[in-house]
């Protein structure tokens, strides 16, 4: 039978253990969030052979055939470079065709290969990722709560706003 003493100090740890700092509680939060993004664009690439920006392209094309780089940037929010890059792998790889019509041969027409097709049947959804979804879902006052505190936080960091044309799941 256990003594007094060993059943009684795991109660005495618990009340000797300062409270959870707020700072502390937050980094859990975003622990949360960015391993979740990262367990799901793990088993995007896992299931899909993709990274989950080019996975999100993929359906962006296959919803809006014929699109180009520019707006297929501004359906994903990213940096017109970083799409045309995506275009780039996408093409390489066999996924999706580029293809130059009109007068102006500098601008691309983006189709979905059936190669690419196969990988959209193949990947788990939601396409665009978690976060962005998650996003969708919270309402109007959480989303402009959220905007301005980020906002904040990001002052404090003095973080690079370019980064914010960057997808998540990108190396």
């Known amino acids: 039978m256990p ?24 980094l859990r939060h975003f622990r949360v969030v960015f391993n979740s993004v ?3 664009f ?9 990274a989950g920006a080019q996975l999100w392209a993929l359906s962006v094309i296959r919803d809006q055939p014929g699109l180009g780089v520019n707006e297929l940037a501004r359906a994903m929010a990213v940096h017109q470079s970083t799409a045309s890059n995506l275009v780039r792998t996408l093409v390489e790889q066999e996924l999706v065709a580029a293809k130059r019509k009109g007068v102006d041969r500098r601008t691309v027409q983006l189709h979905l290969l059936a190669a690419g097709t196969r990988v959209l049947r193949r990947a788990p959804g939601p396409f665009a990722g978690v976060l962005p979804k998650a996003l969708a879902g919270l309402d109007a006052q959480t989303l402009a709560r959220l905007d301005k505190d980020l906002a904040r936080l990001i002052a404090v960091l003095q973080g690079n706003k370019r980064a914010a044309g960057i997808p998540l799941g990108e190396p």
Do not use: F, L, N, Y
């Open 42 to 50: 793990r088993e995007v690439e896992k299931k899909a052979g993709v």
């Open 3 to 26: 003594t007094k003493a060993k059943v009684a100090a795991p109660a005495a740890r618990r009340k000797a253990a300062a409270p959870e700092q707020p700072a502390i509680r937050v």
């Open 38 to 40: 990262k367990s799901h």
